[in-house]
């Protein structure tokens, strides 16, 4: 069976109909650039984001965008077609973007229940252990940080005692060598009072 439109041949009637649905059935679509309805394939729609009435119209569509108001600052920004139709949100630099993210998605802090190690939170789904942050600033790969065969092991058992001289990055065999499978914790009044000094004044 041959198909009329352009002498494609198939085996089947259900062949030859799927084939002609697909390529020659035309679909009405929008022009992207001047609005006006023109005749598309479906095979032609579905590979392509946008559709034009001809190449001058895909060039004006490519070439033209528009200003936005900056979701933040309320400044004018240009943005291309590409950015007005993925995003829903403009702004006007990262600057931008991180205040109106800290402002609709405030940190949240919290204690790890049990071992009660401190966590940032601003998704809602995932967070950071605070140690993980700091021992980072002590000089450590974040890629190790981050690596489920590393944790970070605080020498004196005190969970959120994060001075330098406390915390280790060590693989986890090693973690689990020098905790030794216990609950008993090491540290004093004194560490504590340490503890709160740091965390008043770092440089201390």
Not at 130 to 137: K, T
Not at 143 to 170: I, M, Q, S, T
Not at 171 to 197: A, C, F, I, Q
């Amino acid at each position: 069976m041959e198909c009329s439109e352009c002498g494609r041949s198939f085996e089947t009637e259900h062949g030859l109909a799927t084939h002609i649905g697909l390529v020659h059935d035309g679909v009405d679509v929008e022009c992207a650039a001047c609005g006006s309805s023109i005749d598309r394939n479906p095979s032609q729609v579905s590979q392509s984001e946008f559709s034009y009435c001809d190449h001058s119209c895909r060039s004006k569509h490519l070439r033209e965008g528009r200003e936005v108001e900056c979701d933040w600052c309320g400044e004018w920004v240009y943005r291309g077609p590409r950015d007005l139709e993925k995003n829903d949100y403009h702004f006007c630099d990262r600057s931008c973007y991180s205040s109106h993210t800290k402002a609709t998605h405030p940190a949240d802090f919290y204690l790890e229940s049990g071992a009660g190690y401190p966590h940032w939170n601003i998704t809602g789904e995932r967070s950071i252990a605070v140690h993980q942050l700091l021992v980072i600033a002590y000089g450590a790969d974040p890629h190790h940080v981050f690596d489920e065969k590393y944790n970070v092991h605080h020498d004196n058992g005190c969970a959120f005692d994060n001075r330098p001289e406390n915390v280790d990055l060590v693989h986890v065999e090693e973690h689990g060598r020098l905790d030794g499978g216990k609950r008993t914790k090491s540290y004093t009044h004194m560490d504590l009072l340490h503890v709160v000094s740091f965390m008043i004044n770092p440089r201390l």
